[in-house]
């Protein structure tokens, strides 16, 4: 780093060119320089802004067919035949695998993630809270296919061995956990969900706890609050709206998670309550289908997939982008 | 003397009658709280543990320098090692250099609503799902090529590193001390050079930062490459216009294999995948402390 | 209405000070006006004497950095002791040691004994929540919960505590009505504490602190974010209160320390140079340094 800073100095005492060339042509170089790294940087925002565009409209576009087709019962609709000529196609069971996948991992990754939080801002011995936090988002940055693998060939198993009857003789009367089990399906993907989720969810929770103002929780603890009732009173009202945006973000994580989900969950039909068995979600349809879809209405079926699954993440990500932009006025 | 006269029901020394209560509930959040970062921690461990123990087994020169066998046990990875580094490299070539300009923007020209706008869409971006990437890739590329390929993947990998180089990059310059700016422009050097001569080279160590980042981010990535860039021969291509192998889809691909000796090697392609990742990731992470250490500390 | 013009009415109604002195007198430590003026080094008899803070030996530390250097001092029941010095020179951390704030702050540690009524403060039978339920304190900047009303900024300490819904009503109005806010905020307890001005938000913090009934409050620099006739108020008020509390009070302000309070302490460096009547402090100081730093002659 020692050769930044000196080019810092260098630039300092001498613009480069500066002997050579006159003053009135330099003056028109620099004009011309200025205006051009302008337009290319200018440029690259606006390729920016039309990759974000052309997504939205080919993926709309790929599904026209499929849209006229069916329209809106598409939604509704629980079946997906691609047997010619009577092929039909909903998106129902996939809309459903979606929801419960992506819904239960947040119910269990939302406390979690709330309580690393608050253990790395507030509650941990200060040495702990670095490496810890690193640990924890270092788990981000496993590969999805990777955490697939160790979900279908070590997670899926274990539960159907484990954890599924445990549960099944427990709360079998709950329709949640029914009588039939197996390695793949709803509950190997929920919690595959929730391990990629949690350090989403919890560095950016931190990121909201530490904004919050050092005076009010002074002024909680000089009260004679314990520091859960200081974290109570001053820490999680403060952050509420951050929180609700992080879990917001890791919603639109999950539900556009597509290689992990495909690799455990089964890949079946059907609304069933039961969390044992497979299922399947609007990303892992897409992947599975996408390639080798043997008919257009098939493909164009995959594509109003597509633009359902891309409705609901770019809207969750504006709210959650906008709730954060918002705090970060109010805290500034 | 004073003590001599306190009595035992001092206020003080018994405190609020529900404290007992209270210092109750302050422990088991305390417990929670550490059993939570216990449960995350250990996830992360787990996960690499299993990846060690079931892949370091099988890895070996030949796994990593020899093609794919189609079935059964034998070949490597060789193949998919060469074509990811191509598709990745390729698709750092194309989001680097296009996110560092698109930060330049927003940061030292854009007024600061498109500035806000663009951020904005970059973060949507950021949102998009990857397999969604991946079908804007097939009718961008794949539909009109005819075929999948390395370049397809590449695209897609692309476009997932963009906004993730342009937001943090971003992060970077916000941090370079106006002080140089200004030192720059008062001094009577345009805008331009001020640019390429001080604030690109101080913020210099931030960029690698978050292109390290963003490439261990694509090194991983499947779904685009699973639609652009998933239909290959065993044997190693290393033209981008063909398809290639790569390690994310022969993960997925062996991952769903009835053959356990493909779970092995499965195994043993993530644990090299995961090494690169991690390692990445880490290097990264020192790096970006030291980064906005130095640039903090010139403010 | 204005808050400025509201403050500036209530602080120059000469009727203001009466209606003070007809606020009911706390059960505990009430004293007629006229024995304020007894010089503070004359303890009050012995029965009602509840509040005594007494610092023995107090070494205050943030890692290797001495802050506070073996001080003694003693905040006498019913009197105001300013501590006044230049900035850095621990009197703040002085303060902090006295309801275990300073413990808060990371690597800060404090050496000594503390008592209340005898009590040592550090004791290991003593809880930190008792201390400072015992121990209020205001801050230097205002710092109302930003999430509440002014009713629950009030209510917040007896909440915590589990008192019944109507105790707590009758507290929190006795609170605001000590803190001399009732009649500026009894039509809108429900509006948030961050709406009122800045002065009536300090006095929402000490009605805060007086809520739970302390029986020592302490006060670093209140004012130093206030304008004057805010100022002003806060010190009418730090008057009337001393009847109810023992008062300790940091600031800056030499005029302050002159008007408000009845013992002075001059800290220099972490010692304590000097400590006596505020009028000795101030016309015939025994340290020289004192003598220099009260005419102005450095600080």
Redesign the interface.
């Known amino acids: ?1 020692e ?2 800073a000196a ?2 100095g260098m ?2 005492v001498a ?2 060119g500066s002997g050579a060339l006159g003053r009135r042509q330099r003056g028109r170089l ?2 011309i ?2 205006r ?3 337009v ?6 606006l ?3 039309v ?2 565009g ?2 939205g409209y ?2 709309v ?2 599904a026209s067919a499929s849209i006229s087709h069916f329209g809106l019962g598409f939604i509704t609709t629980n079946n997906w035949d691609p047997v010619p000529p009577h092929e039909v196609y909903g998106a129902a069971s996939f809309i459903y695998g979606t929801a419960v996948s992506s819904f239960g991992a947040l119910l269990i990754a939302t ?2 993630s709330i ?2 939080a ?3 801002t507030e ?2 011995p ?1 040495r702990a809270r670095t490496p ?1 936090g ?6 981000a ?10 979900g ?3 997670l899926g198993p274990f539960l159907r061995d484990h954890v599924e009857p445990g549960l099944h003789s427990v709360l079998g009367w709950i329709p949640l956990f029914g009588g039939d089990q197996s390695p793949v399906g709803l509950l190997p993907a929920m919690l595959i969900l929730t ?1 990629m989720t ?2 989403i969810v ?1 560095s950016l929770t931190r990121e909201i706890f530490l904004t919050v ?1 050092k ?2 929780k ?12 200081m ?1 109570k ?2 820490v999680l ?2 952050s509420r709206p951050g929180i609700v945006a992080a879990v917001i ?1 890791g919603l ?2 999950a ?5 992990a989900v495909t ?1 455990v969950i089964g890949g079946a039909l059907g609304i069933h309550a039961n969390l044992f068995v497979p299922a399947d979600t609007l ?1 892992s349809r ?2 599975s289908n ?2 080798g879809a043997p008919t257009a209405l098939n493909l164009a079926s ?2 109003y997939l ?1 633009v359902i ?2 409705a609901l ?2 809207i ?3 709210v959650a ?1 906008l709730i954060i ?1 918002r705090m970060t006025l109010k805290g500034s | 003397m004073e003590a001599a006269s306190t009595p035992a029901n001092h206020p003080l020394l018994q405190g609020p009658p529900n404290l007992k209560r209270r210092r109750r509930v302050n422990r088991a959040l305390e417990v929670v709280a550490w059993v939570s970062a216990v449960v995350a921690v250990a996830a992360l461990f787990i996960v690499v543990a299993s990846v060690f123990v079931k892949g370091v087994g099988a890895l070996n020169l030949d796994f990593l320098t020899q093609g794919q066998v189609a079935f059964g046990p034998g070949g490597g990875i060789g193949n998919a090692l060469v074509g990811t580094g191509i598709i990745v490299l390729l698709a750092a070539a194309m989001a680097i250099p296009i996110g560092v300009l698109v930060a330049l923007y927003t940061s030292e020209f854009a007024k600061s609503r498109s500035a806000s706008a663009i951020r904005y869409v970059l973060d949507i971006l950021n949102g998009v799902p990857t397999i969604i990437t991946g079908l804007f890739v097939v009718v961008l590329i794949v539909k009109p090529q005819g075929h999948q390929s390395g370049f397809a993947g590449a695209v897609g990998l692309a476009i997932v590193m963009l906004p993730l180089v342009a937001r943090s990059t971003q992060e970077v310059l916000a941090l370079v001390p106006s002080s140089v700016k200004e030192a720059g422009l008062a001094l009577g050097v345009s805008r331009w050079r001020t640019i390429v001569s001080v604030i690109v080279p101080t913020a210099f160590g931030g960029i690698l930062t978050a292109s390290l980042v963003a490439v261990a981010r694509a090194a991983g990535e499947t779904a685009p490459l699973l639609l652009a860039c998933s239909i290959f021969p065993t044997t190693t291509v290393t033209d981008p216009s063909q398809a290639m192998a790569n390690i994310p889809i022969v993960i997925f691909q062996y991952s769903e294999s009835p053959d356990p000796s493909k779970h092995t090697q499965a195994w043993a392609a993530a644990l090299i995948l995961i090494l690169f990742v991690l390692l990445l990731s880490s290097i990264a992470r020192v790096f970006s402390a030291r980064v906005k250490k130095r640039l903090e500390g010139t403010r | 209405m204005n808050p400025k013009t509201d403050e500036l009415d209530v602080t120059i109604d000469p009727e203001n000070a009466e209606r003070g002195g007809t606020s009911p007198p706390d059960a505990r430590g009430f004293r007629p006006p006229a024995a304020t003026a007894a010089p503070a080094s004359t303890p009050g008899p012995a029965g009602n004497e509840v509040g005594r803070v007494e610092l023995k030996d107090l070494s205050a530390f943030y890692g290797s950095n001495h802050a506070v250097r073996g001080i003694d001092v003693t905040f006498e029941p019913n009197r105001v002791t300013a501590i006044i010095g230049p900035s850095g020179c621990g009197k703040s951390t002085m303060v902090r040691c006295v309801n275990r704030m300073h413990e808060e702050i990371p690597g800060a540690r404090s050496e000594g004994q503390i008592l209340l009524d005898g009590i040592d403060l550090k004791g290991p039978r003593v809880d930190v929540v008792a201390v400072r339920r015992a121990v209020g304190m205001v801050f230097q900047k205002p710092n109302p919960f930003p999430t509440m009303s002014v009713y629950d900024n009030v209510a917040a300490g007896l909440k915590l505590t589990g008192a019944p819904r109507k105790t707590i009503e009758a507290k929190v109005e006795d609170a605001l009505k000590g803190a001399g806010l009732w009649d500026e905020v009894s039509d809108r307890l429900d509006s948030p504490g961050m709406g009122l001005s800045g002065g009536q938000q300090q006095r929402l913090c000490i009605a805060r602190a007086l809520a739970v009934d302390p029986e020592v409050l302490l006060m670093d620099e209140p004012c130093s974010s206030l304008d004057p006739i805010a100022t002003l108020r806060i010190e009418e008020l730090i008057s009337q209160l001393k009847e109810r509390v023992t008062i300790a009070i940091v600031t800056h302000n030499m005029q302050q320390a002159a008007r408000v309070a009845d013992t002075t302490a001059f800290m220099l460096n972490g010692d304590l140079v000097e400590v006596a009547s505020t009028d000795k402090i101030f016309t015939n100081p025994d340290d020289e340094r004192t003598e220099q730093y009260v005419s102005g002659k450095f600080g």
């Open positions: 780093m050769g930044t080019s810092v630039t300092g613009p480069p620099d004009r320089g200025d051009s790294l302008y290319i940087t200018l440029a690259a925002a390729l920016s802004a990759v974000l052309g997504i080919e993926v576009h790929g406390p979690l309580a690393i608050l253990f790395l509650l941990a200060r810890i690193t640990l924890v988002e270092l788990l940055a496993i590969p999805s296919v990777v955490l697939g693998l160790w279908i060939l070590v391990i949690v350090p919890s103002p005076e009010s002074e002024g909680a603890l000089a009260l004679g609050a314990t520091r859960w009732e974290i009173t001053t009202p403060y973000l639109g994580r539900i556009g998670e597509a290689i690799q990303a897409i992947a996408a390639t995959v594509f597509g699954l891309l993440s770019v969750f990500n504006a982008r932009r």
